[in-house]
């Protein structure tokens, strides 16, 4: 093989009245692809180091941006197109040096400058106004255009394909009429840069960036820390529990292997039947088509969707995919329970399930797309290029190569660049669902209030919205199987053509060459026509997993620490020490709060709203920290003990009692999860609601409804006060436990809240004064701090805060009593 042609030498410059091919197209692809791989490296490098990623709301939107990108990448196709023409018809497959170059350095820049484009529109360097293309960028675009252009010089060769004479020559002119278009597009396109900030744009990025907004930090492919990511998975992909499972993994994988070695001998059956009956002698092999339908029954359709192999592979997977997704939601289900009440009062409960749901469809999803049809595609295709290069030559491998190249590039341009709409499309779907539960949790107010018109307009426009993502979303899907279509039938046709010009013109190949060529093509490109949207997928899942990854990684800010014990209870004295709090920094909540509360005995905390006197509850239960100071149970600072033992020697009977969606039976036994039902209606009838319970219709087994509305409030904080009871805790916690009571009922549970806090440590706060004159201490928060303690006459014979509170609702329970009277007197 020769770098030009027999008879031209590279330094024969003129020829026949024009420059000759060796010398132009080795000096003008050098020179192109010289100046962007040495220029456009080092502009790729200062991006990468120096560039900031600008906001996707900032970025104007373009439809000439994407024609740039196609008409790019077009222009290497038809660089390769070319190439084959070239080397099959022209030279009778024949290749010279130069054209190798011709065709290396072409494959190299194009898809580089499509780089650069999108790199240039995406980013900005420090302290550079962007007025359209870089340098670089330009230059290149220029030397494409003047390198098309000098191919006039060459209106006069004889021997050139200007003269129109065969059809060789017109499918060459046709060639260069294309490449030349799309060259012209280009570099108007690059002078125009669609798509690009101008400098206006820039200034107002600029001014954004003051406040925050603007340019944000790099935003990373959903690629991006694919390894860590591997690790977060890799527990629960591998069934590392059950042995049994684990062999049905590697017998799947088995499995899919030998579908990989049946995809090639398929085609070749094929042929080898064709040729029994072309070739003479003509046989009758029907031992040739019993292998052939066997090998048939194996595989399945094209893409193996029928086949014995997948269906056996599918079904012995079903039980490798359910362990997969009970590990994920078991996890996220219980790291879920284990972060703070901090985060738990400012999540949004429809967006958490439905992160919880596509997390975990996702996960299994990627799993079955990377292992099942990712990898045996990229494993077809490798298979086929060597199996074409081997029994064919080496242009049908070149053919199904570039075709994947250029594909696979196609697909992955396109699909990084609209996985923003993806994700918008996933926070526009979050916030609709997020809406609607919301309002149908909140039904009673909406009712309230008659904001039933207020909701459906709300939800109409959250819907709107999510519509309008979708539509880009569903729009540049679009756009992608296009380009995809193009690339894969422009192979097609290229691979198509060259087989029939060799069967045609007897170079050693037969009709049945012919039939395994196609029935192989066929049947590597239906996978591979599958292959971006199986990308597509994946990016997807990687979407719809970001948010499950985020919800993995938030840290619990209450944890155990290491080498934590039990708490061990033995008197139950609770003793405050110092304690400062706050929720944040500039809101101190309490201020050196020190108390201390003898076994058996009983501490009421009172104070107007906002004391923190509910704060001291969730510090004793552990939902928080605190700042300074300790919190001691039985001598034990509860900070080095495990929550759970804490927890457990705790009762608490809140203000606002929400019940599980189950019966009553469940939600009194929830206090003691084993516990007998003569336990379960021993505490029912403590707390007073047992006979109440008797006059339901399914009596113990009534469904108490969402958060327990099919309840009055009396009825839900007796079930709590059961709980409570059933549970037996060393400690007591009433949070104004009789706030939602009427007077009569509030008199009745006061005999069963002394049952439950009988020989126990107690810890109330009252709103009622009334509810606490029994209580052993008194203390009064104000500010965050403790004003006044003592018992109840002590307190009132001081004078003090706890005297006025006292006084005031005497006068206010004198003036509903008067009320009532005047009423009573009218009817």
Partial sequence: MGYC?????????????????????????????????IFGSAQLWMYAKYG?????????????????ILMTVFISILALFKFILQAVVLNQGVIYGYMIVSILFTSLVYPLSAILIIIERNYLLPSVPTRGHGLVLLIFWTLMFISENLMFVNLHRSDLWFNLKTWTDKAQMALFVLRYVACLIVFVLGLRAPGILTTRDYLNISNASVNGEGITPPTASTWSQFSKKVRILAPFIWPKKSITLQLRV?????????GRFINVYVPIYSKLIVDSMTVTPLLFRWDLVLIFVAFKFLQGGGTGGMGLLNNLRTFLWIR????????????????????????????????????????????????????FNILPTISDVGIAVIYFILSFNIWFGVIVFATMFFYILATIVITEWRTKFQRCMNLADNARSTRSIDSLLNFETVKYYGAEEFEVTAFSEAVNKYQLEEWKSTASLNLLNTLQNIVVTSGLLGGSLLCVYMVTNNQGLTVGDYVLFASYILQLYVPLNWFGTYYRA??????????????????????????????????????????????????????????YVPQGKTLALVGPSGSGKSTIMRLLFRFYDTIEGEIMIDGQNIKYVKQSSLRRAIGVV???????????????????VNAPEADIISAAKN????????????????????????LSGGEKQRVAIARTILKSPAIVLLDEATSALDTQTERNIQAALSKVCANRTTIIIAHRLSTIIHADEIAVLKDGEIVERGKHEDLINRGGVYNDMWQQQLRSQTETNTESSEQDENL
């Fill in 320 to 371: 490798v995919q359910q362990y997969t997704t009970k590990e994920i939601e078991v996890e996220l289900f219980r790291h879920l329970h284990s972060l703070s009440l901090r985060w738990h009062l400012g999540r949004k409960t429809g967006e958490v399930l439905r992160v919880m749901d596509r997390g975990t469809d996702s996960i299994n999803n990627l799993l079955s797309y990377i292992l």
């Fill in 687 to 710: 707390a007073d609601i047992h006979e109440k319970i008797l006059t339901f219709p399914d009596s113990y087994n009534t469904q108490v409804g969402e958060r327990g509305l099919k």
């Fill in 538 to 595: 994946i990016q997807k899942n990687f979407v719809d997993m970001e948010n499950m990854f985020d919800l993995l990684a938030e840290k619990a800010e209450v944890f155990d620490l290491p080498g934590a014990s039990n708490l061990i209870v033995s008197e139950g004295v609770v003793e405050f020490k110092n304690v400062h709090f706050h929720y944040s920094p500039d809101r101190p909540i309490l201020k050196g709060i020190s108390f």
């Fill in 52 to 68: 900031s990623r600008v906001s996707s709301h900032s970025i104007p939107p373009s439809t000439l941006y994407i024609v740039q």
């Fill in 250 to 258: 590697i017998f799947c994988l088995l499995l899919l292997t030998a």
């Fill in 5 to 37: 042609p027999p008879g031209v030498s590279f330094f024969h410059i003129w020829k026949d009245h024009g420059i000759s091919d060796c010398f132009m197209d080795t000096v003008s692809t050098s020179i192109i692809a010289g100046h962007l791989l």
């Fill in 654 to 672: 809140p203000q606002d009692t929400v019940l599980f969606n189950n019966t009553i039976s469940y939600n009194i036994q929830y206090g003691r």
